[in-house]
């Protein structure tokens, strides 16, 4: 009878003989079974969308995490060699899989912005300065909280350093006393015994990010949707490892400041109004063969936007950030946002989008580098802002264009609520369905009319001045006399459909509205 072999003998060089000969579904891998076991590990931990692989020669390692992938069912994986090794079709046609050839030095590091989780493999050549000079290439890309993997340490103590001019582990040392954003996980190293991988103190974990980046939002809600629509945004924000600093002239829930960083409330908010500034807007009818012309001036909240901005700007420059994300509160956050988030953008503004008319340049999304954004601001004052009595906030922005010398995105930005689309500038009636315009022009001393267009046939309406009340049947284009000037304010109420309206407020807070009739 045969004894059963207990003898166990086994060293780094029988497992690196028999990693050699490994495969991976017919597919040559030559991977540590050890890393075999922390792969998956470490992927289902942090689902990465994006896994960048340098090295891929036959592909059997490629193949095995792009099947992890698949099981998440979700990312990719982009393979990098010199030359083209792979033969299987497994590969070839795995649809999580792209391959690249030309070495990682020719690898576009833009095909990375739209992933919002990346993890970084480095099976290369294994030389001291190519494995420091891929790290130096890939390691800003890494998310928060995943893993630049430096594979193949183990060939100092197999005794292949000097071949390969100190290898990984030279180039480990000096990653560790050059960058505070990583440290090695002893967790993945030493999972199966003291750095019981080939991959020795090769598992660099991102802890922190030297760049520092910050959303500043700009917001005035002042309704539920407008408070639901930030909080909204202010999450994804930080699904995205940026802080928060949030800015307004009204009271938030506490819902809604506790997902900031900061919250400034400030009564500083300065709308400016006729004759300082105001936006014109201006309307003719015709009738009769008369022609009736209703203009009106409401406030400019540009500069209260842009004196937002400069505020919270001030603010973060002030803190330890260097990449700045300036924001309206309901900015949509769609793929273009978020590329902003990852990329290297310095001094980009993006144009602005309502239904189908497009502005050059707008106030919505902004993206800055300390320097640049310090140069920005210092251009945001009122007499800059009044220099020129017919441009708007959007107007003022691409003047300055050449000042700042920023550069204009493609793609434009939208924003989720705009409550004055399809809105009517002229009317000043709080009634539903039923129009009037009325004339106060804080220019003269004359007595306030009131002015019904855009309403269909005829209807009977009270006006209550004061005391006294009449009833009138009004048309369109009827005028009515309310018998008091801007110096002697009364008391109105208009009776429509058996429904009280005080419109004594609407009638004092008007500043500009003039009726011509030529």
């Given at each position: 009878?045969?004894?059963?072999?207990?003898?166990?003998?086994?060293?780094?060089?029988?497992?690196?003989?028999?990693?050699?000969?490994?495969?991976?579904?017919?597919?040559?891998?030559?991977?540590?079974?050890f890393d075999y076991v922390t792969y998956q590990m470490i992927i289902n931990e942090i689902k990465?969308?994006?896994?960048?692989?340098?090295?891929?020669?036959?592909?059997?390692?490629?193949?095995?995490?792009?099947?992890?992938?698949?099981?998440?069912?979700?990312?990719?994986?982009?393979?990098?060699?010199?030359?083209?090794?792979?033969?299987?079709?497994?590969?070839?046609?795995?649809?999580?899989?792209?391959?690249?050839?030309?070495?990682?030095?020719?690898?576009?590091?833009?095909?990375?912005?739209?992933?919002?989780?990346?993890?970084?493999?480095?099976?290369?050549?294994?030389?001291?300065?190519?494995?420091?000079?891929?790290?130096?290439?890939?390691?800003?890309?890494?998310?928060?909280?995943?893993?630049?993997?430096?594979?193949?340490?183990?060939?100092?103590?197999?005794?292949?350093?000097?071949?390969?001019?100190?290898?990984?582990?030279?180039?480990?040392?000096?990653?560790?006393?050059?960058?505070?954003?990583?440290?090695?996980?002893?967790?993945?190293?030493?999972?199966?015994?003291?750095?019981?991988?080939?991959?020795?103190?090769?598992?660099?974990?991102?802890?922190?990010?030297?760049?520092?980046?910050?959303?500043?939002?700009?917001?005035?809600?002042?309704?539920?949707?407008?408070?639901?629509?930030?909080?909204?945004?202010?999450?994804?924000?930080?699904?995205?490892?940026?802080?928060?600093?949030?800015?307004?002239?009204?009271?938030?829930?506490?819902?809604?400041?506790?997902?900031?960083?900061?919250?400034?409330?400030?009564?500083?908010?300065?709308?400016?109004?006729?004759?300082?500034?105001?936006i014109y807007y201006w309307r003719k009818y015709n009738f009769n063969g008369v022609v009736h012309?209703?203009?009106?001036?409401?406030?400019?909240?540009?500069?209260?936007?842009?004196?937002?901005?400069?505020?919270?700007?001030?603010?973060?420059?002030?803190?330890?950030?260097?990449?700045?994300?300036?924001?309206?509160?309901?900015?949509?956050?769609?793929?273009?946002?978020?590329?902003?988030?990852?990329?290297?953008?310095?001094?980009?503004?993006?144009?602005?989008?309502?239904?189908?008319?497009?502005?050059?340049?707008?106030?919505?999304?902004?993206?800055?580098?300390?320097?640049?954004?310090?140069?920005?601001?210092?251009?945001?004052?009122?007499?800059?802002?009044?220099?020129?009595?017919?441009?708007?906030?959007?107007?003022?922005?691409?003047?300055?264009?050449?000042?700042?010398?920023?550069?204009?995105?493609?793609?434009?930005?939208?924003?989720?609520?705009?409550?004055?689309?399809?809105?009517?500038?002229?009317?000043?009636?709080?009634?539903?369905?039923?129009?009037?315009?009325?004339?106060?022009?804080?220019?003269?001393?004359?007595?306030?009319?009131?002015?019904?267009?855009?309403?269909?046939?005829?209807?009977?309406?009270?006006?209550?001045?004061?005391?006294?009340?009449?009833?009138?049947?009004?048309?369109?284009?009827?005028?009515?006399?309310?018998?008091?000037?801007?110096?002697?304010?009364?008391?109105?109420?208009?009776?429509?459909?058996?429904?009280?309206?005080?419109?004594?407020?609407?009638?004092?807070?008007?500043?500009?509205?003039?009726?011509?009739?030529?």
């Open positions: 009878m045969n004894m059963i072999d207990t003898i166990i003998d086994f060293n780094l060089k029988t497992i690196e003989a028999g990693h050699h000969k490994m495969l991976y579904r017919g597919v040559k891998s030559l991977k540590c079974p990465p969308d994006l896994i960048i692989e340098i090295g891929t020669l036959f592909g059997g390692n490629t193949l095995y995490i792009a099947d992890l992938l698949e099981i998440n069912k979700k990312g990719e994986i982009h393979t990098i060699d010199i030359e083209e090794y792979v033969d299987s079709e497994l590969v070839i046609n795995h649809p999580r899989i792209k391959r690249f050839l030309g070495g990682y030095q020719n690898y576009d590091i833009n095909l990375t912005k739209n992933f919002n989780t990346i993890l970084i493999i480095d099976d290369g050549s294994h030389q001291y300065q190519d494995v420091l000079d891929a790290f130096t290439k890939f390691q800003g890309i890494v998310s928060l909280n995943s893993y630049y993997i430096i594979e193949d340490g183990s060939l100092t103590e197999l005794g292949y350093s000097e071949s390969h001019n100190g290898g990984p582990l030279r180039a480990i040392e000096e990653i560790m006393v050059n960058n505070n954003e990583y440290e090695i996980d002893r967790k993945w190293c030493d999972f199966f015994g003291k750095n019981a991988t080939f991959n020795t103190n090769g598992f660099l974990k991102k802890t922190s990010s030297n760049i520092n980046k910050v959303a500043l939002i700009s917001s005035f809600c002042d309704t539920q949707e407008k408070i639901d629509v930030l909080e909204k945004n202010i999450k994804t924000i930080k699904e995205h490892n940026l802080d928060v600093i949030l800015i307004s002239p009204l009271s938030l829930p506490e819902s809604v400041l506790e997902l900031c960083d900061y919250f400034f409330l400030t009564k500083d908010n300065p709308i400016l109004k006729f004759p300082i500034r105001g012309e209703l203009s009106s001036m409401y406030p400019d909240y540009g500069f209260a936007g842009m004196n937002q901005i400069k505020q919270l700007s001030e603010i973060a420059l002030n803190m330890n950030y260097n990449q700045f994300y300036h924001m309206i509160y309901d900015v949509k956050i769609d793929d273009n946002v978020i590329e902003g988030f990852y990329s290297d953008k310095k001094c980009n503004v993006y144009p602005s989008k309502r239904d189908n008319t497009i502005w050059k340049v707008g106030l919505h999304y902004m993206i800055f580098d300390r320097v640049n954004l310090q140069n920005f601001i210092s251009y945001i004052t009122l007499e800059e802002y009044l220099s020129d009595s017919d441009r708007d906030a959007f107007s003022w922005l691409f003047d300055i264009k050449n000042k700042v010398n920023y550069e204009i995105e493609n793609t434009p930005i939208e924003d989720e609520i705009f409550y004055y689309n399809n809105h009517d500038f002229l009317n000043s009636s709080p009634i539903e369905n039923f129009k009037f315009f009325i004339e106060k022009n804080e220019d003269v001393v004359s007595n306030i009319r009131i002015y019904f267009y855009g309403n269909e046939g005829q209807k009977d309406i009270d006006i209550k001045i004061g005391n006294i009340k009449k009833i009138h049947t009004v048309k369109n284009h009827d005028i009515i006399d309310l018998g008091f000037d801007k110096l002697n304010y009364q008391k109105v109420i208009i009776t429509v459909d058996s429904i009280e309206y005080d419109i004594s407020d609407i009638i004092v807070n008007i500043t500009h509205n003039v009726l011509n009739i030529k």
